[in-house]
């Protein structure tokens, strides 16, 4: 019997050899700023899957992971034995203690760490060869409005980092962006040298309140100067907390909020109004309105009020940003095409534009004065009634022969031909300008359908995306962008489209208030508009490739 228990004593043990796990350190006391090797090994072939290290998060960072594996055969046996080693970072000072790990049925035994913290000249030596400073600008902030925030990290010859530079804040409530990228040069701080990287980002807080940017850290090593000794750094910057305030009381109720160092209106209209306008001839004018320290998202369609006597056929925003070291330069251009049906005189009103100067602390507006052009030319449509805002089209009765009174004889041939001819200039003058016309709306969004038809789904879809986001301004753009796609309309001049469906229309509100007006933290449901515009996108009627875009658009 002891015999026979000797002997599966023995074949037993190769079996349990290869089920071995166990843990091991390189250290077991060590400084706040060292890093801990920790190495796992366990035999066997048949490991489906890795340890579960999560137990580790609460006393440890996981700077670095590695696993390898060996497979040896002699004899006929096989042995395997599998390797993982991670590299640990203390959260903090005293006796720390890496858990049990768990690899199928067997178990490593805890181990416990003693952390000490290191000596306040050591620790003063370390803060002098690699720190960060933050800074924001302005010191006053208004909802929407910028603040450029700008992170610099100084180190000293002989400083490594590993890894790159962290990456732009993510803040809650407010849109961040990059202003570039990184910038290395060298500064002198308490008159000593250091390298400097630079990074700043343009942040937009979505609501009045306390915004908080968070801490970003970095991970390396320096070698004391006294005593040549490496040793690991984590350097953290500070975390900023930045007031942001609500819209100023003085700024008026009924105009959009555009808060920004600067904004300057900009007219392109070629040759004109100096040298004035012909009837039926088309003539290009463009607004450009360029906000300093705002997104062109946040700059609101310019109002224009035209006489009747001039026809507007306006084509789809285009906005687009510049980035500065002082921050965002956003720009909004809308291209009008307008064509005079009447001769004479014309006044045009002033156009302008609301904003809120963060510079001085007051209301400001850009403006393009009044004016009075000069129409030359014939006529191409009857003068509009006083009392008519938008007259309907021309109809042109057929001319029929006058009546010739007995005693009045018969009507001179020339006076017959003259106008007849008269009749034809007419004919040739419409025939001509339904050509150009159809001729130019063949290249508007819209007119080349197969493709509209693409452009417009893509647009859907980004607006989903943006709705998804919850972002007021990038919905607001999306969208801008698929009604363009879709008929040829910004969002300003589309109002009619959501008329018949009060939630589409209430949804639209929310999306405005929060945008633009008093009241920003109102209730803004971003589903709730994307339900409407779905819905509204499968109720539109799609044109054919043969039908001519109406002049003046509408659902």
């Known amino acids: 019997m002891k015999a026979a228990l000797l002997a599966f004593l023995v074949l037993l043990a190769p079996a349990v050899a290869l089920a071995r796990f166990d843990a091991s350190v390189d250290a077991t006391t060590l400084s706040e700023t ?8 366990a035999d066997g072939t048949n490991l489906m899957s890795g340890p579960d290290f999560d137990p580790l998060a609460k006393e440890f960072d996981i700077l670095s992971e590695q696993h390898s594996a060996q497979i040896q055969s002699y004899n006929g046996q096989i042995e395997a034995q599998t390797t993982w080693t991670l590299l640990l970072k203390p959260k903090h000072t005293g006796t720390l203690r890496i858990p049990a790990i768990t690899l199928g049925g067997e178990t490593t035994r805890p181990i416990d760490i003693i952390v000490k913290e290191l000596d306040p000249q050591l620790r003063r030596a370390i803060a002098q060869t690699v720190f960060f400073e933050t800074s924001y600008t302005p010191k006053q902030v208004y909802v929407q409005s910028q603040v450029v925030v700008t992170r ?4 000293v010859n002989g400083a490594q980092l590993y890894g790159d530079m962290p990456t732009a804040p993510e803040v809650p409530g407010a849109m961040v962006k990059l202003l570039g990228e990184s910038e290395h040069s060298t500064a002198a701080r308490d008159g000593r040298q250091y390298g400097m990287i630079e990074q700043r980002f343009a942040i937009f807080p979505e609501r009045s309140g306390d915004l908080t940017i968070p801490a970003a850290t970095v991970t390396g090593s320096v070698r004391l100067p006294d005593t040549g000794r490496r040793i690991g750094v984590d350097v953290s910057s500070d975390t900023l907390n930045v007031p942001v305030l609500p819209i100023p009381a003085e700024y008026p109720r009924d105009a959009p909020w555009l808060p920004a ?6 007219e392109d209209w070629p040759g004109e109004p100096e040298r004035g306008l012909s009837t039926g001839t088309p003539s290009q004018r463009t607004l450009i309105v360029r906000a300093d320290g705002n997104a062109s998202s946040a700059i609101p369609p310019l109002a224009m009020t035209l006489p009747d006597s001039l026809k507007a056929y306006p084509e789809p925003a285009k906005l ?12 909004r251009t809308e291209s009008t095409s307008l064509v005079a049906t009447q001769p004479g005189d014309v006044a045009l009103p002033e156009v302008h534009v609301t904003w809120w100067d963060t ?26 009634a006083a009392s008519a805002t938008n007259p309907a089209p021309e109809q042109r009765p057929s001319p029929t022969p ?6 009045a004889g018969l009507q001179p041939a020339s006076s017959t031909l003259n106008v007849w001819l008269a009749l034809a200039f007419a004919l040739a003058l419409l025939g001509w300008a339904a050509t150009a016309l159809r001729a130019r709306y063949r290249n508007l969004p819209g007119a080349n359908w197969p493709h509209a038809r693409a452009t417009e789904a893509q647009a859907h879809a980004a607006f989903g995306r943006a709705c998804d986001s919850g972002d007021p301004q990038q919905i607001r753009a999306a969208l801008d962008r698929w009604l363009t796609a879709r008929y ?31 009241g920003g933290d109102a209730t803004f449901d971003p589903m709730m508009l994307r339900r409407s515009v779905d819905a509204v996108r499968r109720d539109a009627r799609t044109p ?8 003046y658009p509408s659902p």
Do not use: H, M
């Open 34 to 41: 060292d890093t801990l090797r920790l190495t796992l090994r």
């Open 402 to 407: 006058a009546a010739t009174p007995p005693e």
């Open 261 to 266: 160092n600067d904004v300057e209106l900009l």
């Open 359 to 384: 510079v001085n602390q007051q209301v400001r507006t850009a403006a393009l004065p009044a004016r009075t052009i000069k129409i030359t030319g014939a006529a191409t449509s009857p003068p509009p």
């Open 320 to 331: 687009s940003e510049t980035q500065t070291r002082a921050g965002i330069v956003g720009t």
């Open 544 to 551: 054919t490739s043969d039908e001519l875009p109406a002049l």
């Open 488 to 518: 040829a309309l910004p969002l300003v001049d589309a109002a009619g489209l959501f008329a018949t469906d009060a939630t589409a229309r209430a949804a639209v509100g929310a999306l405005n208030a929060r945008l633009y007006k008093r």
């Open 152 to 155: 610099r990290l100084f180190y």
